[in-house]
C-alpha cells in the first residue's frame, strides 16, 4: 500500500519561503503525475503544481515565479519551493501521486500560514 507523508508546512511572515516535501512509501510501479493541491478556509480545494512523468510541470497562475515543483527519484520524494509567501497562500496543502489516470494516492496535509 502507498502512503504520502508530508512535511515543510508552518508559520512564514510574507516574503519568506518554505519547502515542503512528500515521502512516498511503498512499492508505486509507474506514476502518470505528483503534484500538491491546497485548501484555505471557506474556499474551494484548487491544484497549485504538477509535474508529469515527462517532467512537465503546470502551476496555477496565482504561483507562477513563486513556486516550484520538483522530484527527486531516489528518495520517492516530490517539493514544493514557495519564495515570495504572500497571506493569500495560507491554506492546507496535500501531496498527490497519480499512478494511473483514475487512481491517485494522497497526503495527510500540512498547514502553511503567511502573516501580514
Known amino acids: 500500500q502507498v502512503q504520502l507523508v508530508e512535511s515543510g508546512g508552518g508559520l512564514v511572515q510574507a516574503g519568506g519561503s518554505l519547502r515542503l516535501s512528500c515521502a512516498a512509501s511503498g512499492r508505486i510501479f509507474s506514476t502518470n503525475a505528483m503534484g500538491w493541491y491546497r485548501q484555505a478556509p471557506g474556499k474551494q480545494r484548487e491544484l497549485v503544481a504538477r509535474?508529469?512523468?515527462?517532467?512537465?510541470?503546470t502551476y496555477v497562475d496565482s504561483v507562477k515565479g513563486r513556486f516550484t515543483i520538483s522530484g527527486d527519484d531516489a528518495k520517492n520524494t516530490v517539493y514544493l519551493q514557495m519564495n515570495n509567501l504572500k497571506p493569500e497562500d495560507t491554506a492546507v496543502y496535500y501531496c498527490?501521486?497519480?499512478?494511473?489516470?483514475?487512481?491517485?494516492?494522497w497526503g495527510q496535509g500540512t498547514h502553511v500560514t503567511v502573516s501580514s
Open positions: 498527490y501521486v497519480a499512478v494511473s489516470p483514475s487512481l491517485a494516492y
Open positions: 509535474i508529469t512523468s515527462r517532467s512537465i510541470t
